[in-house]
């Protein structure tokens, strides 16, 4: 993270999940505060963020829970995910443990980050100047989007899953009037 970095606490308030297309998006949002921006990540990232906030189990661990149960076995535990940096429209992050009063920083995809912390109700925090940036080029359609990967979206059948319990956040440009509002946790295993 850069220097001394202040860290805005957020939360996973959507999934975007476009079931024919590689590219999903999960929407952040600033705890106690309007803003608000989107993500883009892959589809297996999606499944397992979703999987999770939904309490679904699945028969055998996968690739984020192998993480979490490796974390904990050797003696540490997820102390918060931080999405540090956001350079030319790709956002890092990082995983940062705590193991006794030591604290290590693991280099992370916003996406892999979030799947784990996710898994172990770990906090979500974005470094302000991420937010700053990320919240503006959200609100302008006609800037460019930062991503999690490399790769491109078809515009496909989508669905959203709101993770707020209100109407959601207000209305920002990658929302599709048309999307759906029914949430798709029980096709997602």
């Keep these: 993270m850069k220097g001394n970095a202040t860290l805005v606490p957020v939360e996973l308030t959507r999934i975007y999940i476009r079931e024919m297309a590689d590219l999903q998006i999960i929407e952040l949002t600033e705890i106690g505060g309007k803003r608000s921006f989107p993500i883009v990540i892959g589809m297996v990232e999606a499944c397992a963020i979703e999987r999770r906030r939904s309490g679904t189990e699945a028969e055998r661990p996968q690739t984020h829970d192998l993480l979490a149960n490796v974390i904990r076995v050797l003696g540490a535990s997820v102390a918060r995910v931080e ?46 100047h991420v937010l700053a940036t990320a919240s503006v080029q959200a609100a302008q359609p006609s800037l460019p989007f930062a991503v999690d990967e490399d790769s491109e979206s078809e515009d496909e059948s989508e669905s959203e899953s709101d993770l707020d319990n209100e109407e959601g956040p207000q209305a920002n440009w990658w929302e599709d009037e048309d999307a759906s509002d029914e949430d798709e946790s029980d096709e997602k295993s």
């Excluded at 693991?106 to 980050?113: F, G, I, N």
């Design 83 to 128: 999405i540090c940096d956001l350079r030319e429209n790709t956002f890092f992050a990082n995983v940062v443990l705590r193991r006794g009063s030591d604290e290590i920083v693991l280099d992370s995809r916003p996406s892999d980050a979030i799947a784990v912390g996710v898994a172990i109700d770990a906090p979500i925090f974005v470094a302000e």
